[in-house]
């Protein structure tokens, strides 16, 4: 969590963006289309088994693959030093992209076509083709924020250690609320089947990440500074305070408590006071901390709501899950956007913190949405199996029992859960 001292007296440079360039332009517009929204709702459609999953990544790969043509093309004419095909990770990143892509297709064709292999192998094609599909996205966000690196020229030279810390740490934030807003809205059935608390999860996360942030955010053997001492502080908390987490889940992991939320509003309120070079840079990581201060509350209020429903084996869901989780995105797109350069930047354009701040609250809400609409369709789409004359509706919550029911009226809880073994995939599921 290397961000101390962000910013800049005011004497910083532009970033090193090209010129406009019509190729790159396009190249960007069809990856962001394709790898940004076309194939994620394909890969969705694909786990509800939608008649329309493979027309959608039909039309995603052919999007993708003029993509990676113009750009390779872009890369070959490029006089733009930090852009070579050779000289950064965003065109060598792209062919996994490639890989994965192919991969997926050859997968995709064999399930479908070729019926006369054993079940044994038709099952581990399934499993890697449902894998590698949900991969996917997450190789698609890595690919993108790399090409935003790249364009923009971030992360050169004695940046680069900040800036990975920046991105990781930010990235692992927005993964976290992202999945806060799954187990809200569509993994009631799942937390049922596993058995366990949220808490027993995040406690455990905490404490390992804590563990390695005590012992990474010093170069040993270097004298200590202030950033060094707050950022192994904050790697202590979160080790000890994801330790008692751990043990307040006992005896059977089962128990809901408030020590993970509290290592999170720790953590916003050592972040808001965290002392900064410029004022830009405060403003922004004030506002970072704010963001998870306020999830923080939010989960503690959200715990003691459910916490007897939770112990008797219910997980029920509450509104306050989706604060909390969007509080957290929110604070993983401040922390991303608080780089070094990024704040040289800002003081050169004179651009004041508070405008920025709102461009980043923006793109958070946006996530959110796009993350709630991915889950709407999960949710909302009838699943296709083969054989059958009727189809089921996906459940709907009743918020009292939190019991889950089909359109028939028939508790499905375990169908839910069945839907999940793989051995039930449909031979239609592409």
């Known amino acids: 969590m290397d961000h101390a001292g962000h910013g800049s007296d005011g004497s910083g440079t532009p970033l090193d963006i090209p010129d406009y360039n019509g190729v790159l332009t396009v190249h960007i517009l069809c990856m962001v289309a394709s790898y940004g929204f076309i194939i994620p709702v394909g890969v969705v459609l694909g786990l509800i088994r939608s008649r329309w999953h493979v027309p959608t990544q039909i039309v995603g790969s052919m999007i993708a693959a003029l993509g990676f043509f113009l750009g390779f093309m872009h890369d070959v004419g490029s006089t733009h030093h930090h852009e070579h095909s050779h000289r950064n990770p965003h065109s060598s990143f792209a062919w996994v992209m490639i890989l994965a892509l192919i991969s997926q297709g050859l997968f995709g064709f064999y399930i479908k076509f070729y019926k006369k292999s054993t079940a044994n192998l038709r099952k581990i094609v399934k499993v890697a083709h449902r894998w590698l599909g949900i991969s996917t996205i997450v190789l698609a966000y890595v690919q993108m924020l790399l090409g935003a690196i790249v364009y923009l020229g971030m992360c050169k030279a004695d940046h680069l250690g900040q800036c990975l810390a920046h991105f990781i740490m930010g990235s692992s934030f927005i993964a976290y609320g992202i999945i806060l807003l799954i187990i809200a809205r569509a993994g009631n059935a799942y937390m049922q089947h596993l058995g366990k608390s949220q808490e027993f999860w ?69 972040m808001a ?158």
């Open 202 to 270: 995040d406690s455990w996360v905490m404490t390992l990440w804590g563990i390695v942030n005590t012992f990474t955010e010093h170069r040993w053997g270097e004298r200590w500074s202030h950033g060094d001492l707050q950022h192994t502080s904050l790697g202590v908390l979160w080790w000890f305070g994801g330790m008692l987490g751990i043990f307040m889940t006992r005896p059977n992991g089962k128990s809901r408590n408030i020590f993970p939320a509290l290592v999170i509003i720790f953590t916003g309120v050592a």
């Open 273 to 430: 006071m965290h002392a900064q070079l410029s004022a830009t840079s405060g403003v922004i990581h004030s506002f970072f901390g704010y963001a998870l201060t306020i999830g923080g509350v939010a989960r503690i209020f959200e715990v003691l709501k459910t916490q007897d429903d939770v112990i008797e084996g219910r997980f029920p869901k509450h509104p306050l899950q989706l604060v909390s989780g969007f509080f957290i995105i929110l604070a993983g797109c401040l922390f991303m956007s608080a780089t070094e350069e990024m704040m040289s930047f800002l003081n050169w354009a004179m651009i004041d913190g508070v405008s920025y701040s709102n461009v980043v609250v923006s793109f958070a809400f946006f996530i959110t949405l796009y993350a709630l609409v991915l889950i709407s369709i999960y949710m909302s789409k009838k699943r296709s199996v083969r054989d059958t004359t009727a189809y089921k509706s996906f459940p709907t919550q009743n918020y009292e029992s939190d019991t889950e029911v089909d359109s028939f009226g028939k508790d499905i809880t375990t169908t839910a859960l069945d839907d999940m073994e793989l051995d039930n995939i449909s031979d239609d599921f592409p």
